[in-house]
């Protein structure tokens, strides 16, 4: 079962990517608006999640969906598959023409994560996972490296761009991470991020107050991959406080005992 909504939600997220590499080159046309301060979407968003809620629905009428621009569908029944989705993670990149920006897919059944697909529309890049059968790159299966530390590693996150209140905190652990690694980066795809640790390009990645669409597939293709998955307190309530920490497990204790002496 798992393996036919993986490959659903690929043929979903594939014509979501086909219909935003339309618009990559032509953005100063489309029509901008502000959600909250700094937080952009854009037509292109809303028409990507049209696509995805359209093909996976016609698959799946009965289940439910939890999605970026249109919130949930169908959620009476907490025993349903629901389908958790950012159609184009990585907004305000894609309106200044960065190449850093992605579809997010992820489903929930039985209080589990099932499939994740992130898809890099520019790049082709598609990560895939389903429970108990791996991560996967382009079909080439995905291993974190069980021995990284995190001296000399390279570490993602997101900076705060509308909640300052967790300015200071944040900058504390930046502080701490910055002196005891090779580098942080900060792309501006949460999505792309997780799945980048998934493959080994990054070696960890933390972030306060992202929201579930941004996490859910990228979780579980960290999970498969052989990392962990945790809140910042070292707990299990990511998908609700939005608050994340992963990596291998060597740098994922290191960067929690961090955040716990900062904090």
């Given at each position: 079962?798992?393996?036919?909504?993986?490959?659903?939600?690929?043929?979903?997220?594939?014509?979501?990517?086909?219909?935003?590499?339309?618009?990559?080159?032509?953005?100063?046309?489309?029509?901008?608006?502000?959600?909250?301060?700094?937080?952009?979407?854009?037509?292109?968003?809303?028409?990507?999640?049209?696509?995805?809620?359209?093909?996976l629905?016609?698959a799946?009428?009965?289940?439910?969906?939890?999605?970026?621009?249109?919130?949930q569908?169908?959620?009476?029944?907490?025993?349903?598959?629901?389908?958790?989705?950012?159609?184009?993670?990585?907004?305000?990149?894609?309106?200044?023409?960065?190449?850093?920006?992605?579809?997010?897919?992820?489903?929930?059944?039985?209080?589990?994560?099932?499939?994740?697909?992130?898809?890099?529309?520019?790049?082709?890049?598609?990560?895939?996972?389903?429970?108990?059968?791996?991560?996967?790159?382009?079909?080439?299966?995905?291993?974190?490296?069980?021995?990284?530390?995190?001296?000399?590693?390279?570490?993602?996150?997101?900076?705060?761009?509308?909640?300052?209140?967790?300015?200071?905190?944040?900058?504390?652990i930046?502080?701490?991470v910055?002196?005891?690694?090779?580098?942080?980066?900060?792309?501006?795809?949460?999505?792309?991020?997780?799945a980048?640790?998934?493959?080994?390009?990054?070696?960890?990645?933390?972030?306060?107050?992202?929201q579930?669409?941004?996490?859910?597939?990228?979780?579980?293709?960290?999970?498969?991959?052989?990392?962990?998955?945790?809140?910042?307190?070292?707990?299990?309530?990511?998908?609700?406080?939005?608050?994340?920490?992963?990596?291998?497990?060597?740098?994922?204790?290191?960067?929690?005992?961090?955040?716990?002496?900062?904090?």
């Amino acid at each position: 079962m798992n393996a036919a909504m993986l490959n659903t939600a690929v043929r979903a997220a594939r014509n979501a990517g086909n219909l935003i590499k339309r618009y990559v080159d032509r953005t100063d046309l489309l029509k901008v608006s502000q959600k909250q301060p700094n937080d952009f979407v854009t037509e292109v968003d809303k028409l990507s999640e049209q696509e995805i809620i359209g093909t996976l629905s016609e698959a799946y009428p009965d289940h439910a969906f939890y999605a970026e621009e249109s919130g949930q569908h169908n959620t009476g029944d907490e025993d349903r598959p629901m389908w958790i989705i950012d159609p184009l993670d990585g907004t305000t990149n894609f309106i200044h023409g960065i190449p850093q920006f992605a579809i997010s897919i992820g489903m929930q059944a039985a209080g589990h994560l099932q499939v994740g697909v992130i898809y890099d529309p520019v790049h082709d890049e598609l990560f895939t996972a389903t429970r108990g059968d791996g991560a996967k790159l382009n079909n080439r299966r995905l291993r974190i490296n069980p021995d990284t530390r995190l001296q000399g590693s390279l570490i993602a996150t997101g900076f705060p761009y509308y909640q300052y209140h967790y300015l200071d905190h944040y900058l504390a652990i930046l502080r701490e991470v910055i002196t005891k690694t090779s580098g942080v980066r900060r792309p501006g795809s949460a999505a792309l991020d997780l799945a980048y640790t998934a493959a080994g390009r990054f070696d960890g990645f933390w972030e306060f107050n992202l929201q579930a669409w941004d996490i859910a597939a990228g979780t579980l293709l960290i999970q498969e991959a052989g990392g962990i998955v945790t809140d910042t307190d070292g707990g299990h309530d990511y998908l609700k406080t939005g608050n994340m920490l992963c990596g291998p497990p060597r740098v994922h204790q290191e960067l929690l005992d961090i955040i716990r002496t900062v904090t």
